[in-house]
């Protein structure tokens, strides 16, 4: 009987996959998020007022919403929800990263013996999946080299997020710092128009604005903050849901630029075949 190992196997991953991939995720939860904003305004109460189903059940009929509470809790769901599902997203990114990477740290000129290396990997893979984001940002750092300067910010949408999910939003001991806040921290776009005669700024909020002769617009990007006490429900505002989207893309822009450094660190190159898709092409998330 022959006691011969297989041979090894010749690694070869599209590097660009996995950022596509959540940007996509990203993109859709977006859309969705739009597209129920704008049902919520365009909603009247006549339209309410109807049923979109033959058969219908209230579970507590002498409760129910009045149509300009229906309509502000709409929009906090669409909100609230496409934040769960955006961090979601991010954390399969990250598990993907690691699982890549644990890949490349089995493999030795470019091949690999998954006979010896599968189950480690998949051992490794599956403790990851169990930590918290906290963890698992460290552990790439530690282990891969693979961090990403916005670092704080998610993890304070991250802080939010588990309010909404563990208690509806509503602001615990658990989520406040030493001060008793939780913050919300975001990256936010400015669009500012400078007038070139007395060097005045006016920040441009809504479509429609007209610039006066000798004006040059440009686009700033800064920091948001926004605490929250205890004994506070958490309601997001679309200009912060907008700033989320910015935030979660400038944390994943360069944790993929570290992602492709380890791999390039160990001599192995993304390989891109004709018919893969490799991301978003020349289309940024719009803020």
């Not at 996959?17 to 704008?38: E, K, M, N, S, T």
């Not at 929800?81 to 990114?93: F, M, P």
């Not at 429609?208 to 948001?224: C, K, L, N």
């Not at 450094?261 to 190159?269: E, I």
Request: aromatic content about 10%; hydrophobic content about 40%; proline content about 4%.
């Amino acid at each position: 009987m022959s006691t011969h190992s297989p041979p090894p196997s010749e690694l070869s991953i599209n590097l660009d996959v996995p950022l596509a991939r959540v940007q996509i995720r990203l993109q859709h939860a977006y859309d969705r998020a739009r597209f129920g904003l704008l049902s919520t305004k365009a909603m009247t109460p006549e339209g309410f007022a109807k049923r979109p189903f033959f058969f219908n059940f209230d579970i507590a009929s002498d409760k129910t919403l009045a149509f300009g509470e229906a309509q502000a809790q709409a929009e906090q769901w669409c909100l609230r929800n496409t934040l769960v599902e955006s961090i979601t997203a991010v954390g399969a990114y990250l598990d993907e990263c690691f699982w890549l990477c644990r890949l490349a740290e089995e493999t030795h000129a470019g091949e690999i013996l998954l006979s010896k290396s599968a189950l480690a990997i998949e051992s490794d893979c599956k403790k990851f999946r169990r930590m918290n984001f906290p963890t698992k940002l460290e552990t790439l750092e530690a282990r891969f080299a693979i961090a990403s300067p916005f670092k704080g910010q998610f993890l304070s949408l991250n802080r939010v997020r588990n309010c909404l999910i563990h208690r509806d939003g509503w602001v615990g001991q658990d989520d406040a710092d030493q001060e008793g806040k939780l913050v919300l921290r975001q990256r936010h776009c400015d669009c500012v128009a400078t007038r070139k005669d007395n060097g005045a700024e006016f920040v441009i909020g809504e479509a429609g604005y007209v610039t006066e002769a000798e004006t040059t617009v440009s686009i700033r990007v800064r920091d948001h903050e926004r605490s929250f006490s205890i004994g506070d429900q958490i309601q997001l505002s679309p200009q912060e849901h907008v700033d989320s989207v910015l935030t979660l893309w400038l944390f994943l822009s360069e944790l993929d630029k570290a992602f492709k450094l380890y791999f390039a660190a160990r001599g192995l190159s993304s390989t891109t075949p004709p018919e893969t898709p490799t991301g978003v092409q020349g289309k940024d998330l719009q803020a």
